[in-house]
């Protein structure tokens, strides 16, 4: 027979039975005769070893000792016991005696019982649950914090948003559009852009007053030529997100940058001409031949 406790393995046990038992509870009524019994279940099962212990089992000894006084639960595996489902057992006794006339064999007597995993106490669940909320409301808190100081200091709204993109949801459409107009003379079109991916990403619904309440402020105009210069590409930037009844704006605010950077590259082809022909001398050329003709004479 192969039985394994721990890491050990009884390889020269002898006997083994199991006590299996139900727990059955006698209730007995005052002044009736009889009782009502009820059952709550099998017992755990008990098993009974004995056998010998050879060679070198020194550490084998300590092991199953310290299990016993620790009360720790030891893997267990057995193909002896048919039908048994559990793969874990404590110790309840262990007695060991020395054989005389033989140095290392050691007879045993090992009893275990099975070993289930208790259920947690209504503390340990209580305290994971409010875990959860003091994680919560620490979010919360830092959201409402940044939310605060953006709507004082409107600069900081890009990377406040970068550090905790929670202060969004504690923002209106039209605040988060006031504070880009406030602080549109520092935020760049790149800032922007990400600042308008992150409130499409926590709440697309908002996307659409943030953009519109910009248009109505007539700070768009601003941005898109932001947009342009930067070369950023919005529609890129928003894709994945549901832009719903915004994705008009969307397409014309692209269309508009790019007819922007259209214009900025004409009047910049027209600033370098401008240049050359500032530069330009008409009479140069006679100028030259007016000075080989005098050293020519």
């Known amino acids: 027979m192969t039985v394994r406790v721990g890491e050990i393995e009884l390889i020269g046990l002898q006997t083994l039975h199991t ?3 139900r727990a059955i509870i006698q209730q007995r009524g005052p002044g009736q005769q009889g009782s009502i019994s009820q059952d709550l279940g099998r017992e755990p099962v008990t098993i009974v070893m004995e056998g010998l212990l050879l060679g070198d089992t020194h ?3 300590e092991e199953l000792r310290a299990a016993q006084q620790e009360g720790k639960p030891l893997a267990f595996a057995a193909d002896v016991i048919a039908g048994a489902t ?3 057992v404590l110790i309840l006794a262990f007695n060991v005696r020395q054989l005389a006339g033989y140095r290392d064999r050691y007879w045993f007597h090992l009893r275990v019982r099975e070993y ?12 994971e649950v409010d875990a959860a909320i003091d994680a919560d409301a620490n ?6 914090s940044d939310a605060g100081s953006v709507l004082q200091d409107p600069a900081t709204l890009p990377s406040k948003v970068a550090d905790n993109p929670e202060l969004i949801e ?5 605040e988060l559009s006031s504070v880009v107009d406030a602080g549109k003379a520092s935020i760049g079109g790149t800032e922007l852009g990400d600042v308008l991916a992150k409130v499409g990403q926590t709440d697309p619904s908002k996307l659409g007053g943030v953009l519109n309440g910009l248009k109505q402020k007539g700070a768009l105009a601003t941005f898109i030529e932001k947009f342009a210069a930067e070369g950023v590409r919005l529609k ?3 894709s994945g997100i549901d832009l719903g009844a915004v994705v008009g704006l969307v397409t014309d ?16 082809r027209a600033e370098a001409l401008t240049d050359e022909l500032t530069s330009l001398d008409p009479l140069g050329p006679f100028a030259a031949l007016v000075e080989e003709d005098q050293k020519q004479s």
């Open 170 to 174: 504690h923002l209106s459409a039209d």
């Open 59 to 61: 550490a084998a000894l």
């Open 139 to 144: 979010v919360w808190a830092a959201g409402a």
């Open 253 to 268: 605010i692209t269309s508009g940058t790019g007819i922007v950077a259209d214009l900025q590259a004409v009047v910049a």
């Open 19 to 21: 006590e299996d038992a």
């Open 116 to 127: 289930t995993e208790p259920p947690l106490s209504g503390t340990a669940t209580q305290a």
């Open 236 to 238: 890129q930037r928003l």
């Open 86 to 88: 559990f793969t874990d």
